[in-house]
């Protein structure tokens, strides 16, 4: 028997509860991030713009350094920064004090283009937060960040 329901219902025993709307939100602004990026990225993704930012506010770091502050994978890093490398958004060179180890640094055209992308970024925000008011967007950035904070209970 079909499901009669509009497809944007939620089941009642779930649709009030945060990780349901956490998910949700985290789906919807998952793919304005990606729809931002795919009409104004010129390629680069939401993972390249994690790099560059990284990189230009700490500076200098070795690849795996680089992929943990940023979040991504390490096996994802290298193809990752092999594009931004391709692009003259970054340098890598090797680590005088490790063999292996490469060390990667921001260009100053992958500054520009950092600046270029938070528009990107400053847009998505906007479109994912319109129904707040300010004040609404600065408790829900700080209750967010709270909740970030508090940690994982099996990590205590």
Same mark, same amino acid.
């Given at each position: 028997?079909?499901?009669?329901h509009p497809p944007?219902?939620?089941?009642?025993?779930?649709?009030?509860?945060? +990780?349901?709307?956490?998910?949700?939100?985290?789906?919807?602004?998952?793919?304005?991030?990606?729809?931002?990026?795919?009409?104004?990225?010129?390629?680069?993704r939401s993972y390249?713009?994690?790099?560059?930012? &990284?990189?230009?506010?700490?500076?200098?770091?070795?690849?795996?350094?680089?992929?943990?502050?940023?979040?991504?994978?390490?096996?994802? /890093? +290298?193809?990752?920064?092999?594009?931004?490398?391709?692009?003259?958004? /970054?340098?890598?060179?090797?680590?005088?004090?490790?063999?292996?180890?490469?060390?990667? +640094?921001?260009?100053? &055209?992958? /500054?520009?283009?950092?600046?270029?992308?938070?528009?990107?970024?400053?847009? /998505?925000?906007?479109?994912?937060?319109?129904?707040?008011?300010? &004040?609404?967007?600065?408790?829900?950035?700080?209750?967010?960040?709270?909740?970030?904070?508090?940690?994982?209970?099996?990590?205590?």
């Amino acid at each position: 028997m079909p499901i009669d329901h509009p497809p944007s219902r939620s089941p009642a025993r779930i649709e009030d509860r945060p +990780t349901w709307l956490v998910s949700r939100l985290y789906a919807r602004s998952s793919a304005l991030l990606a729809a931002g990026f795919e009409a104004h990225g010129e390629g680069l993704r939401s993972y390249h713009y994690r790099l560059l930012a &990284a990189l230009e506010e700490w500076g200098p770091a070795s690849q795996a350094d680089l992929g943990r502050a940023a979040g991504i994978d390490r096996s994802d /890093v +290298t193809a990752a920064l092999s594009e931004l490398e391709s692009r003259r958004l /970054v340098e890598r060179s090797a680590d005088p004090g490790h063999g292996r180890r490469k060390i990667v +640094t921001i260009t100053p &055209a992958g /500054v520009a283009r950092l600046l270029e992308l938070d528009g990107v970024i400053d847009e /998505v925000q906007e479109r994912v937060l319109r129904p707040l008011t300010a &004040a609404q967007r600065r408790q829900f950035v700080a209750l967010m960040a709270r909740l970030l904070a508090g940690g994982d209970e099996r990590a205590g």
